[in-house]
């Protein structure tokens, strides 16, 4: 068994592959893998996303793999026009500030996560530019273009 956390901070998917490569005379390997969003479509991070997305979509059947991807959600017609994500100017879509939708992305919100620190979290994003990327991604599991964001599109 492995358990790989913080897809979104490995360079690239070397511990991935070696500990896959490492299960083939096992009769029952496990690998868990734990993120949270990233903001390089270019990762491996972004990789595990997308192979995810489609076989919880369907699209993609691999009877080894089971895919659980949590996040704040585009409103139907945001969705139609092929956003995965909120649309951040879009009112019916998942707002990252509004209290009622924290749970999607923090199942154990009120448990391990107090509502009172995202809250916290929530409120310093909206006040620093340079601090909302990285809620987005690690609290709400958004992906971000950037690491870091100095102005607010």
């Known amino acids: 068994m492995a358990l790989i956390d913080e897809i979104h901070e490995h360079r690239n998917g070397d511990v991935i592959n070696k500990l896959n490569l490492g299960t083939k005379g096992r009769r029952q390997p496990l690998i868990l893998e734990i993120t949270n969003a990233g903001f390089d479509r270019a990762s491996v991070c972004w990789a595990e ?3 995810s997305v ?9 009877d080894e793999r ?3 991807v949590c996040q704040l959600d585009p409103c139907e017609p945001c969705r139609l026009e092929g956003h995965t994500q909120p649309n951040d100017g879009c009112e019916a879509c998942d707002d990252w500030r509004d209290e009622r939708t924290w749970i999607k992305a923090n199942l154990n919100l009120g ?3 107090k509502t009172k620190y995202v809250r916290g979290l929530v ?5 620093m530019p340079t601090k909302r990327d990285i809620v987005l991604r690690l609290n709400f599991c958004i992906w971000t273009a950037a ?5 607010p599109r």
């Open 54 to 62: 489609k076989l919880l979509e369907g699209v993609h059947a691999e």
């Open 49 to 51: 996303h997308e192979i």
């Open 147 to 151: 690491h870091l964001t100095w102005i």
């Open 111 to 113: 448990i391990s996560i």
């Open 123 to 127: 409120r310093e994003a909206m006040a």
């Open 66 to 68: 089971f895919a659980y």
